[in-house]
């Protein structure tokens, strides 16, 4: 039988060395697989003018699944600057490869899963109300429209005359904006469709039935942003009422739920919520299981297969340049876990979860940041262990 095809992708800075060592346990631990490597990222914009080449693009519509890096992501100018002197002239514009990879293929599901591993020393804590410590388990999982919204990329600087004269169409740009010389206005749209909003709704009450969660909370903002929010979280309580009545349907603004996620965060299952509102509270809950060093991402569309899984921290580009790498896996590992998952590898990405489990729990083995250093490249000399190391230990519980 034919081994499984998966495109690697490792990006930038970081991300080759914390994909090298998710390989390795995904080996020890029995997954046979070829990996086929894609080209992505930072250099390729500078060389190429392309982040995302098309030859890359091919690769994943032929073989459906990617474990992904991480990428360096600059503003405008810089981008621009980086660029080589010979396609500076070109009229190039850079944008995010994976957010190019995400629109492309569709793959408008995001989860975001935040769960606090027993004996994790940065597990969120807080005082009881008799003065005691208590350390509430945290298992949320967040689905984030990927597509759309904010990031959906339809923006201008000094906007043509013909999409400003459409926005002096609206009374309120108008009034507020009208005495605004276009040429220093810069508008960026949020847009959000039934058919897209639908499907991340559904996808986060299915998940929630599936694994037992008691609510689904609609995280925006539908009070204020009245037209895509308020649009939500209509489908929102229409679904619930007709599909799943058995769960409970919560709503919540996106800023009093990042005060209540460190009040009370053991009490929300299954978050759902557009593009930049998604990321925001992910990365909140995130921050209360140890932080991006846990932090897994699955960006999937159901209907064709494909999906690409990736940790959710950046590159960290002055870490690729130790002689010893010390960040912490894990957060690439858990993402291949949600790989093996979704390709059916289950009994797989149990034996992986569980060593994963075990490591934090027995706390001999614990990277800087476990061990609540400031990332230099000597932390290894002080007792921290290193991303290879790291990777051994779990390898080492590996069943």
């Not at 009450?205 to 209509?234: H, W």
């Not at 209540?260 to 930049?276: F, Q, S």
């Not at 909140?284 to 940790?311: H, K, R």
Request: a negative charge; hydrophobic letters at 40%.
């Amino acid at each position: 039988m034919a081994k499984r095809k998966i495109v690697t992708l490792p990006g930038d800075g970081i991300g080759e060395v914390v994909l090298q060592q998710t390989i390795r346990v995904l080996e020890a631990a029995g997954f046979e697989a070829e990996y086929i490597q894609g080209d992505i990222g930072w250099e390729f914009w500078r060389s190429e003018g392309n982040p995302l080449p098309q030859r890359t693009i091919d690769l994943l519509k032929e073989h459906k699944i990617a474990l992904f890096g991480a990428i360096t992501s600059k503003p405008k100018e810089e981008a621009f600057n980086e660029l080589s002197p010979e396609l500076q002239s070109k009229g190039l514009i850079y944008s995010s490869p994976i957010v190019g990879l995400r629109q492309h293929f569709g793959l408008d599901i995001c989860l975001r899963p935040c769960r606090t591993y027993e004996g994790n020393p940065l597990n969120f804590i807080r005082r009881g109300t008799t003065g005691e410590i208590e350390e509430p388990k945290v298992d949320v999982a967040i689905f984030r429209q990927n597509t759309e919204g904010l990031y959906g990329g339809v923006e201008w600087s000094n906007p043509s005359e013909e999409v400003y004269n459409a926005f002096m169409t609206h009374p309120k740009f108008k009034k507020n904006f009208g005495a605004t010389p276009k040429e220093e206005i810069s508008i960026s749209t949020r847009i959000f469709t039934k058919k897209a909003t639908e499907r991340i709704l559904r996808a986060a009450f299915d998940y929630a039935k599936k694994y037992g969660y008691k609510s689904v909370t609609l995280c925006e903002k539908p009070n204020v942003i009245r037209e895509t929010s308020g649009m939500m979280y209509q489908m929102a309580k229409s679904i619930q009422k007709n599909d799943f009545p058995e769960i409970e349907l919560w709503n919540t603004n996106i800023d009093a739920q990042m005060m209540w996620l460190t009040k009370n965060p053991e009490d929300y299952g299954v978050i759902v919520a557009g593009n930049m509102f998604g990321d925001i509270v992910s990365d909140g809950f995130a921050g209360l299981i140890g932080g991006l060093g846990f932090a897994s991402s699955a960006q999937m569309n159901p209907d064709t297969g494909i999906g690409v899984f990736e940790p959710t921290h950046g590159s960290a580009p002055k870490y690729a340049d130790y002689k010893t790498s010390i960040v912490n896996p894990i957060a690439m590992i858990e993402s291949a876990i949600m790989m093996l998952d979704f390709i059916n590898e289950n009994e797989i990405a149990t034996n992986i979860r569980n060593a994963v489990a075990e490591v934090i729990k027995e706390g001999k083995v614990r990277t800087y940041d476990m061990m609540k250093m400031t990332g230099r490249a000597d932390v290894v000399e002080k007792g921290a262990a290193s991303t290879i190391q790291m990777a051994d230990a779990v390898i080492a519980k590996l069943k």
